[in-house]
């Protein structure tokens, strides 16, 4: 009797008993994939510790057996050279015996998966393979700036190369729409340095010089890394989740084949949009954090904003307006090509694509923050 | 309801707000046969698998599984009807991030309890038994071809031993000798592990190789269902087309029949 019924399957049972030479395996109950598990152990021993000519096994009292049952049973007489031979077999049963020649003669044993390996030797490896990793992933992505520098270029000369449509619509994706949360952002973080300033300069007697603390702190750094950071965290794996998605379903081959190039198509107009709309979000933040500044200096140290503006335009140099607009268009061209690299990395299965999406999102956060170190020096060297 | 019908599907509707796919379809699955299910593209092939897998509520009508009621039944018995249940879907469904192993591991983990290593070698032999060389074990779905993902799939289906069978498309996508390969796997596996099994294909060879009977759906109903050589007397313009137009007339021509 084959399968299951909607009813509960007899729990499978194994005596073993010793007939003169012979080791008598006696199965009773149903004898499936849900019941054999508790059995396994048993008839493992039977095999290891017994003569595989002198295994008998009495179907007699067996029940139901499906696939999984015929190969635990037939696992037991496997080192036999006669496997499926009469004298193994006592008491009869309607498919037991066909059913595990059937299994047997299909089974190829799988290769056993190779131990994973622990020890100092195996870490010190991983950290190579992951220093390895770490040069050619900066290899690969600086190869990938010169690909999409030259397709830029040729575009220049060929103006009617460049695809309009799609780098408006990224400017407005990368753009306008990330305009709010990037402001709200930046608004807090100055409100924030203000309340700090306050706590601090008001104990010194200098309250006054919270507009030049959120000026400096705002216009400087905090403006363009929060720009920089919410790319990274909203465009860039955007990006790659797009061009993933649609390497995946394989339409970068297609445009390939129909004489597209993926660069002019997919990579270069977001890299524009890119470059171009990270300086206006770097603006825009720097007036979101110095109002956000205003707001806590006037409510919380009676610096009115008639003279926070005044002081502002007296005390604060151009320059540190100019560093900051700098730095914008290095870091979204830096994320940008990030984000489409590590799209047109992902593979054919969706883990290579989670995989790239996580990967994109902290690269492009490591190499703001990695340039955003290196921009500080420089200026300070320069004494800007 | 006849009384060797395995699964019954009685006066099922289906529809798509206005748009009605199925209207008072009736449709037997006899123990131990093969049926296979053709039809038009858009008549509602995949949707009635849908339907009887319980993926897809009907609008309509119900669904027996040995007489029971499937909406009828409790959380406890849909899980053990589901675990007699192998699917093998039209593009596999492999999950992506498991090997073809673990693939076929994961019915077993969720129905049985049993040992690592025995779960370990029973997924081994169905993966011999769905017909892939061991080597195949340990890649990904990804590194596979269509026909091995096809035999992955298989495996995966055919981990709990289940009774009934549910191709979809099963050949859909090989080159001729692959199906045929396929359709001969399937047919021994459904003698030797004694399978019912319900295959949706637009595969003509695959219906005269190994179809005991077809049901035709056209019409938002199965319009008949028959041993392929009384369906092609069908009267039924659309039956008439479907196995009388030239690739119809190719393949009885290739079966000498």
């Not at chain 1, 503006?309 to 320059?319: A, G, K, M, P, V």
């Not at chain 2, 009605?20 to 053709?38: A, F, K, P, S, Y």
Request: glycine residues 12%; charged residues 20%; proline residues 4%.
């Amino acid at each position: 009797m084959r399968g299951k019924a909607l009813e509960a399957v007899d729990s499978a049972g194994v005596v073993v008993r010793q007939d003169g030479a012979k080791t008598v395996v006696e199965l009773f109950g149903d004898w499936t994939v849900e019941t054999i598990g508790a059995s396994d152990g048993a008839l493992r021993r039977v095999e290891e510790t017994t003569a595989p000519g002198d295994i008998v096994i009495d179907l007699t009292r067996l029940g139901r057996i499906d696939t999984a049952g015929a190969f635990i049973i037939g696992r037991v007489t496997r080192r036999c050279g006669e496997p499926d031979g009469d004298f193994h077999f006592i008491g009869d049963h309607p498919t037991a015996r066909r059913l595990i020649e059937e299994v047997r003669a299909r089974t190829t044993v799988c290769a056993d998966e190779p131990p994973s390996t622990f020890g100092f030797g195996k870490a010190l490896g991983r950290i190579g393979a992951g220093l390895e990793a770490m040069f050619s992933e900066i290899l690969d992505t600086l190869g990938f700036l010169g690909r999409t520098m030259m397709t830029g270029f040729s575009s220049l000369f060929v103006p009617s190369r460049l695809r309009l449509t799609p780098t408006i619509w990224a400017m407005e994706e990368v753009g306008v729409n990330a305009m709010p949360i990037i402001a709200t952002l930046s608004f807090f973080i100055g409100a924030v340095v203000a309340y700090m300033g306050a706590n601090l300069l008001q104990g010194l007697g200098f309250s006054v010089f919270t507009v030049e603390l959120v000026g400096i702190a705002v216009l400087r750094e905090f403006g363009v890394l929060i720009t920089a950071i919410m790319l990274a965290g909203r465009s860039d794996s955007a990006f790659t989740a797009q061009i993933g998605a649609m390497k995946m379903q394989q339409e970068v081959d297609a445009m390939r084949v129909l004489g597209l190039d993926p660069f002019e198509v997919l990579v270069l107009p977001r890299v524009i949009a890119c470059t171009l709309m990270a300086p206006l979000l770097t603006f825009g933040a720097m007036i979101a954090g110095i109002f956000g500044g205003m707001l806590v200096a006037w409510s919380a140290q009676d610096i009115s904003p008639s003279l926070f503006i005044t002081r502002f335009h007296e005390q604060l140099d151009w320059s540190h307006f100019l560093v900051g607009m700098s730095k914008a268009p290095v870091f979204g061209l830096v994320v940008a090509i990030i984000g489409c690299r590590q799209g047109m990395q992902v593979g054919g299965d969706v883990e290579s694509l989670g995989r790239r999406v996580t990967a994109s999102v902290v690269q492009s956060i490591f190499a703001v923050i990695v340039l955003e170190a290196l921009f500080a020096m420089l200026y300070l060297e320069l004494g800007i | 309801m006849t009384q060797d019908a395995l699964i019954s599907v009685r006066g099922l509707r289906t529809a798509f707000g206005p748009h009605v796919i199925h209207e008072n379809l009736d449709l037997d699955i006899r123990r131990g046969e093969i049926l296979g299910l053709v039809g038009g593209s858009g008549t509602g092939k995949t949707v009635l698998l849908n339907t009887i897998l319980g993926l897809k509520q009907p609008d309509g009508g119900d669904v027996f599984f040995e007489g029971h009621r499937y909406g009828g039944l409790s959380r406890a018995d849909r899980h053990r009807v589901n675990s007699r249940w192998g699917v093998l879907f039209q593009n596999g469904a492999l999950f992506t991030s498991l090997t073809v192993r673990e693939n076929v591991m994961a019915p077993l983990r969720e129905h049985v309890s049993m040992p690592q290593e025995l779960m370990e070698e029973i997924a081994g032999m169905k993966i011999g038994l769905a017909g892939l060389s061991p080597e195949a074990a340990d890649r990904y779905p990804s590194e596979l071809s269509g026909g091995m993902r096809k035999r992955a799939a298989l495996a995966r289906a055919l981990a709990l031993d289940p009774d009934i069978l549910f191709l979809d498309e099963p050949t859909a996508g090989l080159d001729p000798i692959g199906a045929a390969a396929f359709d001969s796997l399937i047919l021994e596996l459904s003698q030797a592990l004694g399978l019912t099994v319900l295959m949706i294909t637009h595969d003509l060879d695959s219906l005269h190789a190994i179809c005991d009977r077809v049901a035709v759906l056209a019409d938002k109903k199965v319009e008949a269902v028959a041993p392929l050589e009384a369906l092609m007397r069908n009267p039924h313009p659309w039956i008439q087309e479907y196995f009388h137009g030239p690739r119809g007339r190719a393949a009885t021509a290739g079966q000498g029949g």
